[in-house]
């Protein structure tokens, strides 16, 4: 019989933080609340101390290590440290907002390197020891614009929906040993990856009405996605990308016409 009461409880499970900060750190709040030990994880290792700092404030279980995701033998030798983990969370990214014609071949390198490469670098060294121990939860945070695309955003946006074909990929390839994978998708988010943005007033205004809810996220909103497909009460959802959009993808445009 299902233990409806405790669905969402993640007593007695360890989570590994890669990407410490903005919704990271949300994310990690959110874990620890619900009963997880987390393991704060971020090149930098100011902001993985931080969040870790923050949860253990909070009540929670946590520490921090520095790792760099885009470092295939470094990741490999901490997850060795690190033992044994019941769910891993990516948020590690970034972006090069040029359009096509504009961008060097050494911005395209950075980008695809931390987003796809270093997204195929996580799937691998965790999926190999979750596969081996026959439960896990991985969760990769995708965007929005691995469907929807504005000019300048080619890039991001191609390294995004690779990622989630990477998550379709393990998820059926991991599935028979009892791991499951999924991606979650934001809209616009308020992090430190989108203050480009807020420094512009039209373009923050566009980007808030565009979506069905009129307004931006908050890293927060994002966290009950995450603790979901971390918990029981997901143990039949691996393969998806759950988008968290605020109506984002359900609006046809940024013009409301007259009915």
Known sequence: M???PNLFSLDGRRALLL????????????????????????RDAATAKATADAITEAGGRASATEVDVTDA??????????GDLDVAVLTAAMNVRKRLLDYSVAEFDRVVDLNLRGSFTVLRALGARMTARGRGSIIAFSSIRARTVEPGQGV???????????????????GDAGVRVNAIAPGVVETPLTSQIKAHPEWYEAYATKGALGRWSQPSELAGAVVFLASDASTFVTGSTLTVDGGWTAVDGRFTPPT
Do not use: M, N, Q
């Open 2 to 4: 299902t233990d409806y």
């Open 19 to 42: 990407g410490a900060g903005g919704i990271g750190r949300e994310a990690g709040l959110a874990l620890a609340a619900h009963g997880a030990e987390v393991v704060c994880a971020d």
């Open 73 to 82: 033998p470094g990741l490999e030798s901490r997850l060795d440290e690190l």
């Open 156 to 174: 991001y946006a191609a390294t995004k929906a690779g990622l989630e074909s990477l998550v379709r990929t393990a998820a059926v390839e991991f």
